[in-house]
C-alpha cells in the first residue's frame, strides 16, 4: 500500500504556525512583487477568492472580510517543508518527495498494521511537530492513493484520513465518489 500525504493549503498554512491568532481567519498569500493570489485558505475560498486572481482585484474583498494578506516567503515554506518531510520520514523508509507539499509513503511491509490508524497518526504527529495540518491517503496504487487523499479532504468526519482497501468493490466505491472534473 501507499499513502500520500498532501499538506492542506499548504503557504497560507505556513503563514498561520506563525500566527495562530489567525486560525479562523481568511488568507491570501500573494506572488512575487505581490502581484496574485497564489494560496489560499479555507476561509478565503469559501469567499469565492479565485486562485491566480490579481491581488488589486480583490482589495474591496480584503477590507470587507478582513482577509490577512501575506507576501511570498520561499524560505519558509521551504523550511516548513523540511520538517514535515523529516517528520513523514518517521513513518517509512521509503519516502517519495512529489512536491514542496506532498510526499508519498511505502507502505509495504506494514501489512500487519491498522492502516486508518496508521493514517490518523501521521496526522497527529505531523500536527503535532510542525503545526501543519495535513490530508492522508492510503491506497494500492499512487492514483488511488490521491483519490483516497482527495476524499480525506472532503469528508470532514475522516478527520484528514482515508484509506481505499485493495478490493474492486472499495475501489469502485471510491472513484464514483471523484467527479471526472477533479480528474488532475
Not at 494578506?69 to 523508509?93: A, C, H, I, Q
Amino acid at each position: 500500500m501507499i499513502a500520500l500525504v498532501d499538506c492542506n493549503n499548504f503557504y497560507a498554512s505556513c503563514e498561520r504556525v506563525f500566527r495562530p491568532d489567525l486560525a479562523t481567519v481568511p488568507i491570501v498569500v500573494l506572488s512575487n512583487n505581490d502581484g496574485c493570489v497564489i494560496a489560499r485558505s479555507a476561509e478565503a475560498k469559501e469567499l469565492g477568492i479565485p486562485m491566480g486572481e490579481p491581488a488589486y482585484k480583490i482589495e474591496d474583498m480584503v477590507k470587507r472580510h478582513g482577509v490577512a494578506v501575506f507576501s511570498s516567503n520561499y524560505t519558509l515554506y521551504g523550511d516548513m517543508s523540511k520538517r514535515v518531510m523529516n517528520t513523514l520520514s518517521l513513518f517509512t523508509p521509503e519516502l517519495e518527495v512529489y512536491s514542496i507539499d506532498e510526499a508519498f509513503l511505502d507502505l509495504n511491509g506494514l501489512e500487519n498494521i491498522h492502516l486508518p490508524s496508521y493514517a490518523h497518526q501521521i496526522v497527529q504527529t505531523v500536527g503535532k511537530n510542525t503545526g501543519m495540518p495535513i490530508s492522508v491517503g492510503i491506497g494500492p496504487t499512487k492514483t488511488l492513493a490521491k483519490v483516497a487523499n482527495r476524499l480525506a479532504k472532503r469528508t470532514p468526519y475522516t478527520k484528514g484520513a482515508w484509506v481505499i482497501p485493495n478490493n474492486t468493490e472499495e475501489i469502485n466505491n471510491a472513484l464514483q465518489q471523484i467527479s471526472i472534473t477533479d480528474i488532475w
